[in-house]
């Protein structure tokens, strides 16, 4: 939880500094190289252009964001990179992708596609046909839902902490 917290507060400094959610991982990675932080932190870090919808994005080792158009299909927002911390002039690639109007942006933690019962995997096939099947008017219930599905799969045991968050692009 403490490095938790210092990666975030070193992020929203950087992201003071440079524009490009790139930049802003790669002096955070220096950081916490630099000061010999233990262990890795992995993250989805986008900026969003509420006027036109870009969302141009950089993981560090994060699962895949989900991106839920109105229709209902999935894309994932594939952006494989090494987390933070972990290699020196590590570099992290910049991805965009427009969000139109009541589209879906889904983030989470592998916490919730790695809980498990009898040695399955709840899996990102899983969560892609909660995601696509949601038919819910309030996106602020559509976590708990999620919650609650990995929580039935996995009969109530988790393995891993568990973070969701849903957006959507409004007029």
Same mark, same amino acid.
């Given at each position: 939880?403490?490095?938790?917290?210092?990666? =975030?507060?070193?992020?929203?400094?950087?992201?003071?500094?440079?524009?490009?959610? @790139?930049?802003?991982?790669?002096?955070?990675?220096?950081?916490?190289?630099?000061?010999?932080?233990?262990?890795?932190?992995?993250?989805?870090? @986008?900026?969003?252009?509420? =006027?036109?919808?870009?969302?141009?994005?950089?993981?560090? @080792?994060?699962?895949?964001?989900?991106?839920?158009?109105? @229709?209902?299909?999935?894309?994932?927002?594939?952006?494989?990179?090494?987390?933070?911390?972990?290699?020196?002039?590590?570099?992290?690639?910049?991805?965009?992708?427009?969000?139109?109007?009541?589209?879906?942006?889904?983030?989470?933690?592998?916490?919730?596609?790695?809980?498990?019962?009898?040695?399955?995997?709840?899996?990102?096939?899983?969560?892609?046909?909660?995601? =696509?099947?949601?038919?819910?008017?309030?996106?602020?219930?559509?976590?708990?839902?999620?919650?609650?599905?990995?929580?039935?799969?996995?009969?109530?045991?988790?393995?891993?902490?568990?973070?969701?968050?849903?957006?959507?692009?409004?007029?």
């Amino acid at each position: 939880a403490r490095i938790a917290t210092l990666v =975030k507060d070193v992020i929203h400094a950087f992201a003071h500094q440079h524009s490009r959610p @790139g930049a802003v991982l790669g002096e955070t990675n220096a950081l916490l190289i630099e000061k010999h932080t233990p262990g890795f932190v992995t993250l989805f870090l @986008g900026t969003l252009d509420p =006027k036109d919808g870009t969302l141009t994005y950089c993981s560090a @080792g994060h699962p895949n964001a989900l991106l839920r158009g109105r @229709g209902g299909e999935i894309e994932l927002l594939e952006a494989s990179s090494p987390p933070l911390g972990v290699f020196v002039d590590q570099s992290w690639r910049e991805r965009e992708v427009r969000l139109e109007v009541d589209d879906l942006l889904f983030l989470y933690t592998d916490g919730v596609i790695e809980a498990r019962r009898d040695g399955e995997f709840f899996g990102q096939e899983g969560l892609m046909a909660i995601l =696509k099947g949601w038919t819910g008017s309030s996106l602020e219930l559509l976590p708990q839902a999620v919650l609650a599905e990995v929580l039935a799969f996995s009969q109530g045991s988790l393995f891993d902490d568990v973070a969701i968050l849903a957006l959507r692009l409004t007029a």
